[in-house]
């Protein structure tokens, strides 16, 4: 729960999502669940010319079990709260 409740936080902000089949997506966050499946709004794909099918749109759902890894804006990582919700957790509560 620790990485959802976080993510809950970047609504709004601009993230890039890279799946694991290297399809690298960069768009602002609509909304994220419990299984970290993700709502991206005005996307637009990292290399357009490996996907020139993906031009045109413009929202897209991604499921959490295809993601390889998300890069966050550097300005909206909170050091210290990842570091207390990350013992809080390790200890149970």
């Known amino acids: ?10 609504v709004g902000k601009e993230v ?6 290297d399809l690298a997506i960069t ?10 499946n993700i709502k991206l709004n005005n ?3 990292v290399n357009e010319q490996k996907y020139p ?10 499921r959490g079990s295809v993601v390889r890894f998300i890069l966050l804006p550097p300005g909206s990582v909170d050091v210290e709260l990842l570091h207390d919700a990350t013992r809080r957790e390790a200890r149970g509560g």
Request: charged share 15%; aromatic share 16%.
């Open 27 to 36: 768009g602002t966050l609509h909304s994220v669940d419990q299984y970290l």
């Open 16 to 21: 890039t999502v890279e799946l694991k089949n």
């Open 43 to 45: 996307i637009r794909v």
């Open 53 to 62: 099918h993906m031009l045109s749109v413009r929202a897209c759902f991604v």
């Open 1 to 10: 729960m620790l990485f959802y409740s976080y993510f809950k936080t970047l």
